[in-house]
């Protein structure tokens, strides 16, 4: 998958190394705990997702340098407690913060997911907590056309978690829109 800016390929074995570097920024792990063996079982269930599902994480790599920039796609969440459990997720290295391309992988993400899998929902989730990074998630989230939906608490008692979604009726929607503009 292309973008204007970005090569998503999917997710390879290789891209545990590139993980890990990732997520050795405080910035970027958001206050989440995440433990060398926890971000080994992140990379080798986004390599089984593209097996199982045909979709999962994307690597995300800038076309202009080549550069492994983060992660980016659709993540099924097995132990989220709602019934649509397709995220479509967003993680860069802090230097490529701020120039829209979370959300143009996050829009690349969602007509993958609708257009090519049919999927019916789509969700999105970060910590409610108004940590910057937290808010730079939910903007991306909104300019997707994901809209919010509820908090909740999901894998900590201690921090609640907002989420967004978006369904495929409403993505036809904005298709249609964006045609007729």
Same mark, same amino acid.
């Given at each position: 998958?292309?973008?204007?800016?970005?090569?998503?390929?999917?997710?390879?074995?290789?891209?545990?190394?590139?993980?890990?570097?990732?997520?050795?920024?405080?910035?970027?792990?958001?206050?989440?705990?995440?433990?060398?063996?926890?971000?080994?079982?992140?990379?080798?269930?986004?390599?089984?997702?593209?097996?199982?599902?045909?979709?999962?994480?994307?690597?995300?790599?800038?076309?202009?340098?080549?550069?492994?920039?983060?992660?980016?796609?659709?993540?099924?969440?097995?132990?989220?407690?709602?019934?649509?459990?397709?995220?479509?997720?967003?993680? $860069?290295? !802090?230097?490529?913060?701020?120039?829209?391309? %979370?959300?143009?992988? @996050?829009? &690349? =993400?969602?007509?993958?997911?609708?257009?090519?899998?049919? $999927?019916? !929902?789509?969700?999105?989730?970060?910590?409610? %907590?108004?940590?910057? @990074?937290? &808010? =730079?998630?939910?903007?991306?989230?909104?300019?997707?056309? $994901?809209?919010?939906?509820?908090?909740?608490?999901?894998?900590?008692?201690?921090?609640?978690?907002?989420?967004?979604?978006?369904?495929?009726?409403?993505?036809?929607?904005?298709?249609?829109?964006?045609?007729?503009?």
């Amino acid at each position: 998958m292309e973008t204007n800016r970005l090569l998503l390929r999917p997710w390879r074995e290789e891209d545990g190394v590139e993980l890990q570097r990732l997520f050795n920024d405080p910035a970027v792990r958001g206050g989440r705990n995440l433990p060398p063996d926890r971000i080994a079982k992140l990379a080798e269930g986004s390599l089984r997702q593209w097996r199982v599902n045909g979709f999962g994480p994307w690597a995300a790599i800038d076309k202009t340098t080549g550069s492994w920039i983060g992660r980016i796609g659709l993540d099924e969440l097995d132990d989220w407690p709602g019934v649509d459990k397709i995220e479509v997720g967003f993680e $860069l290295h !802090r230097a490529w913060w701020g120039r829209g391309l %979370a959300t143009e992988g @996050a829009v &690349a =993400a969602l007509e993958f997911g609708f257009a090519q899998h049919g $999927l019916q !929902r789509i969700i999105s989730i970060t910590a409610a %907590a108004p940590a910057a @990074a937290h &808010a =730079a998630a939910r903007r991306v989230m909104e300019k997707a056309g $994901l809209t919010y939906r509820g908090t909740r608490y999901w894998m900590n008692p201690d921090v609640p978690v907002v989420w967004y979604a978006m369904d495929r009726s409403a993505w036809k929607a904005s298709k249609s829109a964006a045609h007729t503009l």
